[in-house]
Each structure stands twice: as C-alpha cells, then as structure tokens.
C-alpha cells in the first residue's frame, strides 16, 4: 500500500483581530472526536465530500487518458447505439480499479493548521 498526504488549502479572513491560535487545537479536536461509534456529523461530511471527489478525480483521470488514447473514435454498443469509444474504456478502466480497491481513500482524520498568509 502507497501512503500519501493531500493538502488542501482553504482562505480564511477576520475582520481585523487575527485568529486565537487555539482555534486550530480546537478544530483538531472536533475533527478527531470519536464517541458513541462516529465522528461528529460535520466532520463525517468533509470526510464524504473529499472521497467523492477523490473519487470524480480519479473518474477525469481515466476520461482523459482514454481519450487522448482514442480521440472521437465511435464504437457500436450491445443497444445498437454508438458510443465514444474514450468513454466506454475510460468506465472500464475506472471500474477496475474501484474492483481492486486501487482508488485513492481517506484513511485517517483530518488535520488542521491555521497560518497567518499575507
């Protein structure tokens, strides 16, 4: 197994007082909090919502690769319509990987650091 560290980077503002540096120990805190078998619903959807686009990510990624491999190429399908060709194997290759647990997953609570940017 492969282990990576995604970052995301998100802008926060304060009108004019800066953050108290507790905020991020904090949000650490509630982004971990574990009890009664769940994290807390807010964090259960962050963690949804970035494995959905993990997910639509990795989906693109096959689409794009299939199609600079077969360009506009037309097939027949099974129905007798046609089908882009890019778009047929682009699905395949995706459902393999989602069959060989090969798709990039979340694996641990997220992390949080508040840094002042300029």
Same mark, same amino acid.
């Given at each position: 197994m492969n282990n =990576?560290? !995604?970052t995301l980077e998100f802008r !926060?503002?304060?009108s004019d007082k800066p953050i108290d540096p507790d905020v991020a120990v904090m949000l650490n805190r509630i982004l971990s909090d574990w009890h009664d078998g769940r994290h807390?619903?807010?964090s259960e959807m962050i963690v949804e919502g970035l494995?959905?686009?993990l997910k639509e990510a990795t989906y693109?990624?096959?689409q794009k690769r299939t199609s600079e491999k077969y360009g506009n190429e037309m097939v027949d399908t099974a !129905?007798?319509?046609r089908s882009s060709r890019a778009s047929i194997e682009a699905y395949e290759v995706f459902e393999a990987l989602r069959k060989s647990s090969a798709l990039p997953h !979340? =694996?641990?609570?997220p992390k949080a650091r508040i840094e002042r940017t300029q």
């Open positions: =990576y560290t !995604l !926060l503002s304060t807390p619903f807010a494995q959905h686009c693109q990624a096959c !129905l007798g319509c !979340l =694996y641990s609570e």
